[in-house]
């Protein structure tokens, strides 16, 4: 069933578990903060597809993820700073005014259980992330650390790494509309592999 939920429609891809830190300083996300502090501390984020994330008029992408709010803090002259965990992901039904800020119909999408045959799947896309992390070190461009520590547990390790994957954001939305643990790491694999042959490339050239 689709519920209404107030949306930060963002030029990046938020995955389940993933942190998100927010400088707010819009009057109408002014006023999203306030209703979300002072009720259901979350809202949904969606990639922006045409436009930018100030001023609105912007086109936005239908898949997306709920931003669970764990700190926030309201500045003196009214900005916000906060922090907030990628929970849920869902798929935007119907987009209804504006009144401040965006606002849509949205359906929660289901999440498949871990399977023990998900575990090659993982460990295959783990390493083929980490060696295109080391290479992004060695051209010296910013980048997680290539050691980054994952969770233990399949399921959330899994979106994890497709956080931290030197990968686009339209590469990081198809990830976020696959439902199988298992497709979805092998999409990620093929698409780190694709990223491994230009860094490849460019470390040759230089």
């Known amino acids: 069933m689709s519920r209404r939920m107030p949306m930060f429609p963002l ?5 389940p578990h993933a942190v998100l830190p927010l400088h707010i300083f819009e009057p109408r ?3 999203l903060m ?3 502090t002072r009720g ?8 922006i597809e045409r436009g930018s994330e100030v001023g609105g008029d912007d086109e936005r992408f239908a898949v997306g993820t709920v931003a669970r709010i764990v700190a926030a803090r309201e500045l003196p002259d009214g900005r916000w700073m906060l922090n907030a965990v990628g929970d849920r992901r869902f798929r935007v039904t119907e987009w209804l005014p504006d009144d401040p800020y ?3 119909l949205v359906t929660e999408l289901d999440e498949q259980p871990w399977q023990a045959a998900d575990d090659a799947a993982l460990c295959k896309a783990e390493a083929l992330v980490r060696r295109a992390l080391t290479l992004i070190a060695e051209l010296g461009e910013p980048a997680p650390p290539a050691t980054v520590e994952l969770s233990g547990e399949g399921s959330v390790a899994a979106w994890q790494l497709a956080a931290i994957a030197p990968l686009g954001h339209l590469d990081k939305l198809r990830l976020l ?3 199988d643990h298992r497709a ?3 999409a990620l694999s093929e698409m780190t592999q694709e990223e491994l042959s230009v860094l490849a490339y460019r470390l040759g050239r230089g």
Do not use: M, N, Q, T
């Open 11 to 15: 030029g990046s891809v938020l995955f």
């Open 29 to 31: 996300y002014r006023v």
């Open 34 to 36: 306030f209703d979300c």
């Open 40 to 47: 259901e501390p979350e809202f949904g984020v969606v990639l």
């Open 102 to 104: 965006p606002i849509a």
């Open 177 to 179: 509309d696959v439902d």
């Open 184 to 186: 979805r790491l092998e």
